[in-house]
């Protein structure tokens, strides 16, 4: 069950640094990872993805790097600006007949001007 | 604008009565998704579509039923409503295997 309850972990950072969140994921057979921001009052809104036969996926200003041994993903958003400031889910894409999307524990991303 | 279109944005309701949430998509994705998110949390898949006609069941099934009559509708029963319903409900739809989902904007349920 989720660890996190009403106490997100919080990221806060200087506008203009790098940013860096992390996430475990739980099956070493998942071959598909998301990862989403959501706004307050919003739906997640997908930003990157990857898949199991990557290690590293670049888009604009973000990289998704997949550790498979550890089974770890990170988010790295580079130049981080306040429109940035949001919560973070990884998700995994279930192994069933259902390919659900099984989240993580978000993280909020707090940007400093 | 294609997407998901969820109604009502916002329901306080009564606890014993009855509420559908709704949902609908113009994208004609095969797969359809209710998901709950408690404050903090993830989001948790109460049940799924993966074609019109079949349903199946999340994580947190109970109190809540489902039907997929065509592809575009799934809406979403609450029998007689619990205040542990309360939560922002979300709907999404996927194109086909492991392709990214499509979120609605959600709506937040109030069960007293």
């Known amino acids: 069950g989720e660890s996190v309850g009403l106490h997100l972990p919080t990221l806060s950072v200087q506008e203009g640094d790098n940013s860096i969140i992390n996430c475990a994921y739980s099956?070493?057979?998942?071959?598909?990872f998301i990862w989403y921001k959501q706004e307050s009052g919003k739906g997640p809104q997908f930003i990157i993805d990857i898949r199991s036969n990557m290690d590293k996926r670049q888009g604009q200003r973000v990289t998704v790097l997949l550790n498979k041994t550890v089974k770890h993903l990170s988010l790295q958003i580079a130049a981080t600006q306040p429109g940035d400031s949001a919560v973070y889910f990884c998700a995994e894409i279930s192994m069933d007949s259902s390919y659900k999307l099984i989240f993580g524990s978000g993280t909020r991303l707090l940007v400093r001007p | 604008i294609a997407g998901i279109t969820q109604a009502p944005t916002s329901q306080i309701l009564a606890a014993g009565r009855r509420m559908t949430l709704r949902c609908t998509q113009d994208m004609r994705h095969n797969a359809m998704y209710w998901y709950r998110q408690d404050l903090g949390l993830g989001l948790r898949l109460i049940h799924y579509?993966?074609?019109?006609?079949?349903?199946g069941k999340g994580e947190v099934p109970d109190g809540y039923s489902v039907s997929r009559a065509n592809t575009d509708d799934f809406p979403l029963t609450l029998a007689s409503a619990v205040p542990s319903q309360t939560s922002v409900y979300f709907c999404?739809?996927?194109?086909?295997?492991?392709?990214?989902?499509?979120f609605g904007s959600g709506t937040r349920l109030t069960v007293v």
């Open positions: 579509s993966n074609t019109a006609g079949t349903t």
């Open positions: 999404a739809s996927r194109a086909g295997t492991g392709d990214g989902y499509t």
């Open positions: 099956n070493s057979a998942s071959d598909y």
